[in-house]
């Protein structure tokens, strides 16, 4: 336990001693301003302006922007879609894939385009090479810069005035993906490398084992693809075990390095928020509330796994990662949930019940600590307008956010972008609980059953992509049923983030007064931090007493074992 919580103290020390630098450096790049690494990537940036005709120069309005994001969207989706249809017929397929069915590949193609990855099929027995890497590693690049350029022109909605001007789609995209996401991943594809993690173009290796049973060894660019789907917050591993599986996650130091590309970006976005918008203390009161969640989800989450192996006699290494122990396999499991990554190391269905439950209650908290890559900061801010304008109320003020007035229509569009996935949850898992098909697909009676659903619907409309294990979500019923949990997770959100965006570039901004409700204190910081759990408790708590909660009251009274 001691050795556990050591490395939990280093990996947040570290974690915090990074966030400042690579919010710094991203700041710059999505101002425009030359940065370190300019000269070396500065050429693919023109390139790809030149290539595909984009002005670099050209202004949106929120409408603009959206349609981009849109259209870009579907287009990407659909190739994906087809690529993985026709596959068996196109190059770089030495294992002879065939054609992916086309509800799997529908579910696969929105999945990965809304930067979900959540993943109902074995990927080193479904997806060619070609698949892996033009489809799915591609769109681990393009839907991460996708939802930090919705983070971007929300940013400068909020500190611009009487203008309709958000930005550029295209160039906010472009340098997103040139300046961050290719470098950070190139270092990364090396450090796995060094670790042993695969990388080649090989068939699959038939050897014979020391029992003389010939067993069949994947290959495939791994390492590549690995650090895109950690670092963008994509999860889509290329093995089913994901990172459970030592190919894909060898050494400890691999393990550590992937923990932490998880979070690495989404902690350091909001230091980068905190520089554009020109008040870094506000961003670190956001900052704490985010890191506040999280240590205290992990805390209940260590603590409810100790307890149990203690009630049990044991410590509860079945479906943990042995290499690296229960701590480690905690760590990553409440790390991934916080951000929409998915990727797993231990199953999160062998967690306790309240270890599970704190993971399932991440995404329902809509993924926002510290959240997927922009995502988790354009959803942040829908809840801080949301908390400021309670703020109001209770002073009887009229509230106002960073100088511009918050009114009717922001708190509205709010709303909406809250509750949306929510809805989506609780419509989805209650549908799947009273129709045979839903119920046909689970592994476990009771409430062990009830939580393989409902997270299943949790993890597509929070865009996470985690699964608890268990139900057997590659059916026509969940393929389509999820599919649409994260269209309304992903779109849901970012129309009104982009809609409140443009009404606030609009605005002028209002001098401080007396009368402001000051966002860069602790009295904001506990008001956050209780808008937050309050919003989230009262609408799955319900829920959560019939999954994760009655399993943990159930155990404890020795009545049944998950």
């Known amino acids: 336990m001691i050795s556990d919580l050591l490395q939990i103290g280093f990996f947040v020390?570290?974690?915090?001693?990074?966030?400042p630098l690579l919010g710094t450096f991203m700041a710059a790049v999505f101002e425009g301003r030359n940065q370190i690494i300019t000269p070396v990537f500065g050429w693919l940036e023109r390139l790809i302006y030149k290539l595909s005709g984009v002005d670099q120069h050209e202004a949106m309005d929120w409408r603009k922007y959206l349609s981009a994001v849109l259209w870009f969207s579907v287009i990407s989706g659909a190739s994906l879609f087809l690529l993985q249809l026709f596959q068996g017929k196109l190059p770089l397929n030495p294992n002879h894939m065939g054609n992916v069915e086309w509800t799997s590949a529908l579910n696969t193609a929105i999945s990965f385009m809304t930067n979900t990855n959540w993943q109902g099929y074995s990927g080193e027995t479904t997806m060619s090479y070609l698949t892996q890497m033009l489809g799915l590693c591609s769109h681990n690049f393009l839907s991460a810069a996708a939802g930090i350029t919705v983070m971007l022109a929300l940013i400068r909605g909020?500190?611009?005035?009487?203008?309709?001007d958000l930005g550029n789609?295209?160039?906010?995209?472009?340098?997103?993906?040139?300046?961050?996401?290719i470098p950070l991943s190139i270092?990364?594809?090396?450090?796995?490398?060094?670790q042993g993690?695969?990388?080649?173009?090989?068939?699959?290796?038939?050897?014979?084992?020391v029992e003389g049973q010939k067993q069949v060894l994947p290959q495939g660019p791994v390492a590549?693809?690995?650090?895109?789907?950690?670092?963008?917050?994509?999860?889509?591993?290329?093995?089913?075990?994901?990172?459970?599986?030592?190919?894909?996650?060898?050494t400890p130091l691999s393990n550590f390095l992937i923990t932490l590309a998880l979070l690495l970006i989404p902690a350091s976005l909001v230091y980068s928020f905190g520089i554009m918008i020109g008040s870094r203390k506000h961003a670190l009161m956001v900052f704490l509330?985010?890191?506040a969640v999280f240590l205290a989800g992990l805390t209940i989450a260590l603590s409810s796994e100790y307890a149990t192996g203690h009630l049990l006699g044991t410590h509860l290494l079945e479906g943990k990662e042995t290499r690296f122990g229960v701590g480690n396999s905690v760590l990553y499991a409440v790390a991934t949930t916080v951000v929409s990554n998915g990727s797993v190391n231990a199953m999160h269905a062998s967690l306790s019940p309240l270890a599970g439950g704190v993971a399932m209650f991440n995404i329902m908290l809509g993924e926002i600590i510290f959240g997927g890559v922009g995502s988790g900061m354009y959803g942040m801010i829908l809840f801080i307008i949301l908390t400021v304008f309670l703020a109001g109320l209770m002073a009887g003020r009229t509230p106002e956010y960073l100088g511009k007035k918050i009114e009717k229509k922001e708190i509205l569009l709010a709303i909406i972008g809250i509750l949306f996935p929510g809805i989506c949850i609780l419509v989805g898992t209650s549908l799947a609980v009273i129709l045979p098909i839903g119920l046909s697909s689970i592994t476990s009676a009771g409430p062990h059953?009830?939580?393989?659903?409902?997270?299943?619907?949790?993890?597509?409309?929070?865009?996470?992509?985690?699964?608890?294990?268990?139900?057997n979500a590659n059916t026509p019923f969940y393929n389509i049923a999820l599919g649409v949990a994260m269209l309304v997770g992903r779109f849901g959100v970012i129309i009104p983030a982009l809609m409140i965006a443009g009404s606030f570039a609009g605005k002028k901004t209002i001098a401080v007064s007396s009368g402001t409700f000051p966002t860069n204190n602790g009295v904001f910081a506990v008001l956050l931090f209780s808008v937050i759990l309050i919003v989230a408790g009262l609408t799955f708590f319900p829920a959560l007493a019939l999954g994760p909660i009655l399993d943990h009251l159930l155990l404890f009274h020795h009545q049944i074992l998950f």
Do not use: C
């Not at 570290?14 to 966030?19: G, R, S």
């Open 224 to 250: 590549s693809q690995v650090a895109i789907k950690d670092l963008g917050t994509n999860g889509g591993g290329f093995f089913n075990a994901n990172s459970a599986h030592p190919y894909e996650n060898p």
């Open 289 to 291: 509330v985010m890191l």
């Open 158 to 164: 909020l500190v611009r005035k009487n203008t309709t």
């Open 197 to 209: 993690m695969i990388q080649n173009f090989t068939p699959n290796k038939t050897v014979v084992t």
């Open 187 to 194: 270092v990364w594809t090396l450090a796995f490398v060094s």
């Open 13 to 19: 020390l570290v974690l915090l001693l990074l966030t």
């Open 169 to 181: 789609f295209w160039v906010d995209l472009t340098r997103t993906t040139v300046y961050i996401l």
């Open 449 to 471: 059953g009830f939580d393989e659903i409902l997270y299943a619907f949790s993890s597509a409309a929070g865009n996470n992509g985690s699964a608890f294990a268990g139900l």
